[in-house]
């Protein structure tokens, strides 16, 4: 029988004034979050620029995912793999810093911001805590807004200058197994919900509005933070209970635990979205929702081995599919919109809607009536 030796004792790594550190800095740590990085670039870049006041947080906020980049981009050996990285990370350390090199001049991100009163910061951090306390998340002027030939433009249409060219689909194999991917990928903004993602410009304003299409950005933008589809406000806290409201351009009622790629609306915006859209004046349905969690994404979905587009199953083959967050099918999926999920439901008329946009009172100054 072999005898057993005593193992010698352990010695952590660290002392206890480093490892007190060390936990101070894990819990200091968050996930790199793209969306919140592309609401504060929509913010410096929006044809109604930050407040004053709150130039001097964005630019940190901005620097600080800026850091973040660099950081992603350091462990990834990006500088040996790509012989631009090293000097743009170079760029980018400068920014963090207050300097600027030769080659950014006054045009650094930090340099470029808008320096007029106006639109106010809308932060990743502000929304997920008001939403949990479903109180109202901005605190400044309300969202500009854009009219075409007498017509409000809603907040989530596209505009012509918002189309960009979309790269080739590949088959690429990461973490979660094999899937598409683009060949010049960057996982921070393309990818979310293990789901590629279609690209789109921030031009908000700039062209023509196209009616027929969505903003990707702005859509999941909306359904993320309850920002209102027509007008861009918050809907939180905005009637007289939590219910959200949904108007769908469909001939059914809406259904408990239906998914939708649509954004809630204040009641008078729903008002006016009937008013002057020919489709949902032919067919609408609306509806109270208690709670919509995120479901999925909607995309096309691409055959594992062929990468040929494949036809939604469902009656309409030309639509985008529905696919849930644990479905294996994701990592094959192109997707275009964030899908939520309808929770306790209660139907609306379209009478009752008008009497509710009747009764809606202005907030702050900031929703004007539809009437």
């Known amino acids: 029988m072999t005898a057993l030796a005593a193992a010698p004792p352990w010695t952590p790594p660290l002392d206890s004034a480093d490892l007190a550190d060390a936990l101070a800095k894990i819990r200091q740590w968050g996930p790199y979050d793209g969306d919140a990085w592309l609401d504060d670039v929509a913010d410096a870049l929006d044809s109604v620029p930050p407040a004053e006041e709150e130039i001097e947080e964005l630019g940190q906020r901005l620097r600080g995912h800026l850091m973040q980049l660099v950081s992603i981009a350091l462990n990834g050996e990006a500088e040996r793999r790509d012989e631009r990285a090293s000097s743009r990370i170079h760029r980018a350390r400068a920014v963090r810093e207050g300097r600027r090199t030769r080659r950014e001049g006054a045009g650094s991100m930090a340099g470029r911001l808008p320096r007029r009163p106006g639109h106010p910061v809308r932060a990743a951090r502000r929304y997920r805590q008001d939403r949990a306390r479903r109180t109202r998340p901005r605190t400044g002027g309300p969202v500009r807004q854009h009219f075409w030939r007498g017509k409000r433009v809603p907040y989530i249409t596209a505009w012509t200058s918002e189309s960009v060219s979309q790269p080739p689909v590949i088959r690429i194999t990461g973490r979660g197994g094999e899937g598409i991917g683009f060949p010049d990928e960057v996982p921070v903004t393309d990818r979310r919900y293990e789901a590629l993602w279609v690209r789109s410009g921030l031009a908000r304003g700039r062209g023509e509005p196209d009616f027929r299409r969505i903003n990707t950005h702005r859509q999941k933008r909306a359904m993320r933070y309850d920002l209102c589809a027509v007008c861009g406000e918050t809907v ?39 008013d002057t859209c020919p489709p949902l004046r032919r067919s609408h349905v609306v509806a109270l929702v208690e709670y919509s969690p995120l479901w999925g994404v909607a995309g096309v979905v691409f055959d594992p081995v062929t990468l040929a587009p494949l036809p939604n199953p469902g009656p309409r083959p030309d639509d985008l599919q529905h696919v849930h967050v644990g479905d294996k099918e994701i990592r094959w999926t192109l997707a275009s919109f964030t899908v939520h999920s309808l929770h306790g439901v209660t139907p609306v008329s379209t009478d009752e809607l008008r009497e509710m946009a009747e009764r809606q009172r202005v907030i702050g100054g900031r929703q004007e009536r539809a009437d």
């Open 236 to 274: 939180l806290s905005y009637g007289a209970d939590d219910r959200t409201l949904y108007l769908l351009g469909a001939e059914t009622p809406i259904a408990e635990g239906e998914t939708t790629t649509a954004p809630p609306l204040h009641s008078p915006c729903a008002v006016e979205a009937i």
